[in-house]
């Protein structure tokens, strides 16, 4: 089977920078997906990872460590629209196969 | 170029009833996925089809749930019979590679 843990909630401050954890167990690994989610609407994709390494995108940098099976998640110059649940999914197998989530992990950002 | 669109947005059924939500894949895409998320946990994979084709429904209930993805049209995920354990948001995605959601549909079994 698959599964993905990642804290369940995390507070920081506006301006700051916060690392989001995700670890995972599955087999045939097939890349892993970073989304973020606001209270009542749909998950937006934020980034992929199928390569070890570090991906850049703006404000927020996506790291993926295969060996280890684990990511995370890095939000820089904090604001308060970073305020959301923040979704960790693995994909396994080959071409478009099914995401497995983790729980979310809700970020709060206070002024 | 239209995201993914999914109907109706609210949805409420009474015990008993049928539920029938629609998603419309983005253009271009032929592979849709739902998923049903619950009040305070994490998204839940349902099934996967192509076009006229279920690929993967490995995550759907053995009763009472079933999905199509017709050659022409939206793909649907039916509910019969409703229970109160059925009201959550279900979403549907489509991919080429990365998979986009659509804005999800809200149901409430009263």
């Known amino acids: 089977g698959q599964n993905i843990d990642q804290p369940t909630e995390m507070t920081a401050t506006e301006g700051a920078i916060v690392q989001i954890n995700c670890t995972y167990q599955?087999?045939?690994?097939?890349?892993l997906f970073w989304y973020q989610q606001h209270a009542g609407e749909a998950p937006t994709f934020l980034s992929y990872?199928?390569?070890?390494g570090l991906e850049e995108k703006g404000r927020f940098s996506s790291f993926l460590s295969r060996s280890k099976g684990y990511s995370y998640l890095l939000l820089k110059e904090l604001q308060m629209k970073d305020s959301a649940s923040y979704l960790c999914?693995?994909?396994?197998?080959?071409?478009?196969?099914?995401?497995?989530f983790g729980t979310g992990t809700r970020l709060l950002v206070s002024p | 170029n239209a995201g993914v669109m999914q109907n109706p947005r609210h949805l409420v059924r009474r015990r008993g009833q049928e539920a029938r939500l629609r998603c419309s894949p983005m253009?271009?895409?032929?592979?849709v996925y739902w998923y049903r998320q619950l009040p305070e946990e994490g998204l839940k994979f349902m099934v996967y089809?192509?076009?006229?084709?279920?690929?993967?429904e490995s995550g759907m209930p053995k009763e009472r749930f079933s999905a199509e993805f017709p050659k022409e049209g939206p793909s649907i995920l039916r509910i019969q019979q409703v229970v109160r354990g059925d009201s959550a948001a279900y979403f549907c995605?489509?991919?080429?590679?990365?998979?986009?959601f659509g804005p999800g549909t809200r149901l409430t079994v009263t």
């Open positions: 995605a489509s991919s080429s590679y990365e998979q986009y």
């Open positions: 599955t087999s045939g690994f097939n890349g």
């Open positions: 990872n199928v390569l070890d």
């Open positions: 999914a693995v994909r396994s197998g080959t071409g478009f196969q099914k995401l497995v």
């Open positions: 253009k271009g895409h032929s592979h």
């Open positions: 089809l192509q076009k006229e084709n279920i690929i993967d």
